[in-house]
């Protein structure tokens, strides 16, 4: 029991810290512009500095094929103490990185690096620590188990919100902002000692005997197309409703009602609070009723308030609307998200689980989830209509449908924990 919670807790803290870091380079992406950017104009620094952010989420699909291949080859443990080591460093790096003015063009190099790093470490982390506290859950719980999980993410991104902010404040050094990136390196040192104390994951244990492929994904590849692409999907359903939530809602707010950045911020981290809650419960339900059933009960909700929640704000385009609208797409992140890990579990055995479900996860996240808010506003502006979102998210709905009623189990549940399973590897 204890060796259990252990090791979700290990998986937890490091999930948390991934998105920790994602979270404060963001918050801090306009501060950093200058001072490792300078460009003599304020908007390109900014964009160089955004697309530095964006460049670690090119290579999450990368990182889901890295690390996906260690953890079906050698071990859950082994692939997750690796990641948290891994983004560990530049998370240090950037905290202690001199800036262009004393070091020069190395500055931006080096803080691109450490961008590419992280985002290949958050390819492999989210999917494989989802696996490994869904094969410790007890039968019956894997969606619970897999929901929390994902709330821990959520939990690193409040918490990191709140470390920039506090670091902003007017009686704060001018380097102030380098303090939650140090401080990110100890929860990251913890984390690691926790996660190399851990055992392996049970279901990893029990088939270890077996024949593994050289290349974990090429066998994927082969005889698991569907299911790859189905869990592409499912990655991007997962995602889209929540980014438009906000990143697109955001932007509304600050360009349609020029609310200041403080309120905004201050409003998605409500947000975010929000679904960290309802995650876990959503689990709950899904283990009671069926992980399917949910997402599918979800993904038909999204379709048919699709337009009904957008025609309210091109009517009445009001804060209290857009706050409304939030809720109601954070219900649907947590309604399809909470269970979704634990369904993409059973798409694949063992020993192409994480491969599996790393790299499409990851894939169908980058693609159509992390480019939802380009994707909508270019469609609002093309459309000429604040309606476009809704055809997004009727799209983002039909595409869950589709792959969760497509995915086909290659197993019946994640094998539960059994005693006398325990051991180092």
Request: with cysteine; glycine share 10%.
């Amino acid at each position: 029991m204890k060796e259990r919670y252990k090791a979700i807790f290990a998986a937890m803290i490091g999930n948390a810290l991934e998105y920790y870091d994602v979270m404060l380079y963001g918050f801090f992406a306009t501060m950093l512009a200058p001072l490792f950017f300078p460009t003599g104009n304020q908007a390109t620094s900014v964009i160089a500095s955004l697309g530095t952010f964006a460049a670690g989420f090119v290579m999450r699909p990368l990182g889901g094929i890295i690390f996906g291949h260690l953890g079906d080859r050698f071990g859950r443990r082994y692939a997750l103490v690796l990641t948290i080591f891994l983004v560990t460093i530049p998370t240090l790096t950037i905290g202690l990185l001199p800036t262009y003015a004393e070091i020069g063009i190395a500055a931006p190099v080096i803080l691109v690096i450490c961008r590419l790093l992280q985002g290949l470490c958050v390819g492999g982390e989210y999917s494989g620590a989802s696996i490994f506290v869904i094969e410790y859950s007890k039968k019956g719980r894997e969606a619970f188990a897999g929901s929390t999980l994902c709330a821990s993410g959520f939990f690193g991104g409040v918490l990191g919100t709140f470390a920039g902010f506090f670091c902003t404040l007017s009686f704060m050094p001018s380097w102030g902002w380098r303090i939650p990136f140090l401080l990110g390196t100890l929860i990251g040192l913890v984390g690691y000692y926790l996660r190399s104390r851990v055992n392996e994951s049970p279901a990893f244990i029990s088939h270890k005997n077996e024949e593994i492929a050289r290349v974990p994904l090429l066998k994927v590849l082969q005889k698991r197309k569907k299911n790859l692409f189905c869990t592409m999907g499912v990655g991007a359903t997962s995602l889209i409703p929540f980014y438009m939530a906000s990143v697109y809602m955001g932007y509304l707010l600050s360009t349609k009602l020029h609310i200041p950045i403080s309120q905004i911020m201050l409003i998605n981290v409500g947000l975010n609070i929000f679904v960290m809650i309802l995650l876990p419960l959503m689990g709950m339900v899904a283990d009671k009723f069926g992980k399917k059933n949910v997402m599918l009960l979800t993904a038909l909700i999204s379709f048919l308030i699709a337009y009904p929640l957008f025609f309210l704000l091109e009517k009445d385009l009001s804060l209290l609307n857009v706050i409304f609208v939030q809720i109601v797409l954070g219900i649907i992140t947590a309604g399809f998200g909470a269970p979704s890990t634990a369904l993409l579990a059973t798409f694949f055995p063992v020993h192409e689980r994480y491969s599996g479900v790393g790299f499409g996860y990851a894939l169908g996240g980058a693609l159509l989830g992390g480019t939802t808010p380009l994707i909508v506003a270019s469609l609002s502006n093309i459309l000429d209509s604040a309606l476009a979102p809704a055809s997004y998210l009727m799209f983002s709905a039909l595409l869950g449908i589709i792959c969760v009623t497509l995915g086909q189990r290659e197993v019946s549940s994640v094998p539960p924990l059994k005693r006398g399973e325990f051991q180092h590897t």
